[in-house]
């Protein structure tokens, strides 16, 4: 294993996502990029769907056997994830793109001791992350 796979190489895939959300033209508190560093993305989709550009045809992607480098790549871009289609194409579930994640509780203000009432349907990495800035729990 190197050191970008493997149970502490996601570590620093999740660094690269943190410094590519702080580079967003819109401030991030302070306490959110570290956040992003500590909450594994990866493990809250250990599946996701995809298609090539102008296709409604909808492939699984799973983490390759042997190339844990290429998923934790792939989970740990600024960008949505779509973790779940219909029949029909139609995107059913997704991880939010994470500046747009990091965006939220920076704009709600939410700090230690707080209670923040999370409703999604995605992956739940909103709400890891908001875990890990009220200290409700960790990672």
């Known amino acids: 294993m190197t050191e970008t796979t493997g149970a502490a190489g ?27 560093r500590q909450v594994p993305r990866h493990r809250l989709v250990p599946l996701l769907w995809d298609h090539e550009a102008g ?21 740990s871009q600024d960008r949505p994830l779509v973790t779940r289609v219909d029949a029909q194409g139609r995107t059913l579930s997704s991880s ?20 923040v009432l999370s409703i999604g349907t995605g992956s739940g990495y909103q709400t890891a992350l908001l875990c ?5 729990a960790t990672w």
């Open 10 to 36: 996601w570590r620093s895939w999740a660094e690269r996502l943190a410094a590519a959300v702080q580079a967003q033209p819109f401030p991030v508190a302070p306490a959110v990029p570290e956040a992003l």
């Open 132 to 136: 890990r800035l009220t200290g409700a």
């Open 96 to 115: 939010s793109q994470p500046s747009l994640v990091a965006r939220m509780p920076t704009e709600l203000a939410v700090e230690p001791g707080q209670r």
């Open 55 to 75: 296709s409604r045809i909808w492939q699984p992607v799973r983490p390759a056997e042997g190339d844990e480098h290429a998923w934790y790549e792939r989970v």
